[in-house]
Structures are given as C-alpha cells and as structure tokens.
C-alpha cells in the first residue's frame, strides 16, 4: 500500500510534538467571569440549576473577585437583584443601587480587576422585560434613556466598561453619546450585538430572577434560525460606537463567532451562557462524560471559532487548570 508523503500522525505521536503544532490556545486572558450580586450581607444562595454559582452580597462578591484575581482572570461583569424592582427600573440606575455598590467595593479592594457591568433593565422591572413596557407592547425608544442613564451610572461608580445585553435598537449610540457628554469618553462598550432568543438562558433567569411575566423576548432578541441578520446587528453597533461585540449564546452559535470574526475586526466576544455549563455539569454528575475535559474541549471551540474573549461560569475551574498547565 502506498502512502503520501505527508502523515498527520507524525506530529500526533506524543504530548509535546501535540502542543507544538496546537493551532489554537486556551489562555487565562481570554477569560470573564460572570457574577451575581444582592442586597444584604453574608448573603450566599446557590444556584440550584447552576452548581458551584450563586447568588453573592457585595461582601461575598469581593472575596470572588479577588480570587478570581489571584488565579490571573483579568475580568469580570456584574448582575444586579435589586431588593425592590417596579416598571422604569428605578434601581438600575440609582446611585445607590446593588450594582453600583458593588462596583466601587470591588475596585477598592481589587483595583487591578477590571469591572464590566451588565446594562439591561429585565433584573429590574416587575414585568422582567428588558425594556419601557407600554400595553404587551416594548417601547424601544422610550427604553433607550433609562439604558443610558444606567450605563453612565454604573461607569460613575467606577465601572471599567459596560456591556449592553437589551437588544433595544441604537442603544449603543444612546449610550455612547451619554458616557461622552458626562466625560466619560474613555470607557468602552462591549455590546451583546448578536444575542439570540434562545433557549439555553433558563438557569440565568433563575439565578437573576429575570424571566418576563408575560410573553417573551422574541420582539426584541434575535430569531435563532437567523445567520446574516447578526451581521447587520453587529454592523450596526460597530457603527453606533462598540468597542466590543459579542455573541451570545456561543455553543449552539460557533458558526455565527466565526463569520463575525471573518468580517469584523474589532474585538469579538462570545457568552459561554448558563444552559451550556448546566449542561455540563448535569452529564458530568450523572458520570455521562468528563466534566474538565468537556469543560476545556467546549472553550477551546468557542476560541477556535474565532473569540477573543469568553464569558463563562467555568471561569474559576479553567483558571486553576490553566495555571497548572493543564489547559
């Protein structure tokens, strides 16, 4: 039998040779971890659905930043449970407001970090929409302001970048003249530009008490059967002013990181989001599959497709198997 004369397995023979040719590397810097902040102190309520999370006083989310810190995570970003939520979202933006506490104890304690911020309404409302709420109906421009005013909120407490997740039209433009009128021109904007109405949210909205009360987010979130209708949505806030843009979510969407990567070059992130790592977890407690090695082989895919950064609730246990080479 005649053989070419290129043989792959060559460079396969062993662990070295494998590591020399890898093409594509899973590094503590593409890291951000995703944490959940409330009212009160010495507050720490598990996630049922997402196992190892939970729900953290600011006292609480300190210590985990710091952590995170200390194992060379470069980044997380922070969600709100206000102690009291009604229609315009008053505590989202209020300066005294869980997450704006947050911001300010973290970066007195672990200044290095750096502090993105959710910017979305749902956590806030009573109706759990991510927007104005008029009617059934979500007022899209009349949400705008409210997302702006929390935005220049969360940078006045401190805050290194923002990250808007309502999929409001021209909310990144509302939000980037808001922060560069109050002199806040040099704070980014990481936008959830393609972020799909997807399924895999469902521990997330548990974990942020965030569900809708009524219908759903299919007027305002991307239809998961659509492909190039996320360019034009990235198009759009690269043009209004991102930095930054993600997508959202990224498992069941590599291919959509990808063309995003191919025809973009800014930044791309992508949202490793709660049903994927619940996912996980539930096969690797039920002994179906090797929860590390899933774990890595699942965020090695994320950056092969193309991301540059990943928002995951893996964040902690990657960290500590980077860091021990074993990534």
Known sequence: MLFPDYRPRRMRMNETL???????????????????????????????????????????VVQTAAQARELGIPAIILFGLPARKDPLATQAYAKDGVV?????????????LTVITDVCLCAYTDHGHCGVVEGQTIDNDASLDLLARTALSHAKA????????????????EIRE?????????????????????SYYGPFREAADSAPQFGDRRTYQMDPANAREALREVS????EGADIV????ALAYLDIICRVREEFDLPVAAYNVSGEYAMIKAAAERGWLDETKVMLETLTAIKRAGADMILTYFALDAAQLLRNGRG
Not at 158 to 173: F, H, I, L
Not at 182 to 196: C, E, G, L, V
């Open 236 to 239: 759009m806030d690269v043009e």
């Open 18 to 60: 494998r590591r020399m040719v890898r093409e594509t590397r899973l590094e503590l810097d593409d890291l951000i971890l995703p944490l959940f902040t409330v009212d009160g102190k010495n507050v720490k309520n598990p996630i049922p659905s997402m196992p190892g999370h939970y729900q953290l006083s600011i006292n609480h």
């Open 158 to 173: 401190g805050a290194d970048m923002v990250a808007p997740s309502d999929m409001m039209d021209g909310r990144v433009a």
């Open 100 to 112: 704006q506490r947050a911001i300010k104890a973290v970066k007195d304690k672990v200044p290095d």
């Open 178 to 198: 808001a922060l560069d009128e109050d002199n806040f021109s040099h704070i980014p904007i990481m936008s959830y530009a393609a972020k799909y109405c997807s």
């Open 246 to 249: 993600m997508v959202k979510p």
